[in-house]
């Protein structure tokens, strides 16, 4: 069963940068399309970005140019670096297949984007 493990969110001032990591465990990331996630308080769980089995990556408008998903086969981790951060960017991140396995969710990882 996967297990996926998210880390690296925390509180940052707007135009900051961060990146979350992915651990995963009992399943191999390049054997699944990868995303990651993020819920804001009243909101639905929206897919942020994606990388496909081949390595295409895909984002949502909002974050074209400032997010980037990379995945890293022989750590078995995946990763989202976020830069020029907005307020908007306030949320709890998620990573997850593409689509998503629902036993697979883990606890995510807070991102907070204030000044």
């Known amino acids: 069963q996967v297990q996926l493990v998210e880390s690296g969110g925390g509180l940052v001032q707007p135009g900051g940068s961060l990146r979350l990591s992915c651990a995963a465990s009992g399943s191999r990331v390049s054997d699944n399309a990868m995303g990651w996630y993020r819920q804001a308080p009243g909101k639905q769980r929206e897919l942020v970005a994606r990388i496909s089995v081949r390595g295409i990556t895909n984002y949502i408008d909002s974050v074209k140019g400032r997010f980037t998903i990379s995945r890293d086969n022989a750590k078995n981790t995946v990763y989202l670096q976020m830069n020029s951060l907005k307020l908007e960017d306030t949320a709890a991140y998620y990573c997850?297949?593409?689509?998503?396995?629902?036993?697979?969710w883990g606890q995510g990882t807070q991102v907070t984007v204030s000044s």
């Open positions: 997850n297949t593409a689509p998503p396995l629902d036993e697979a």
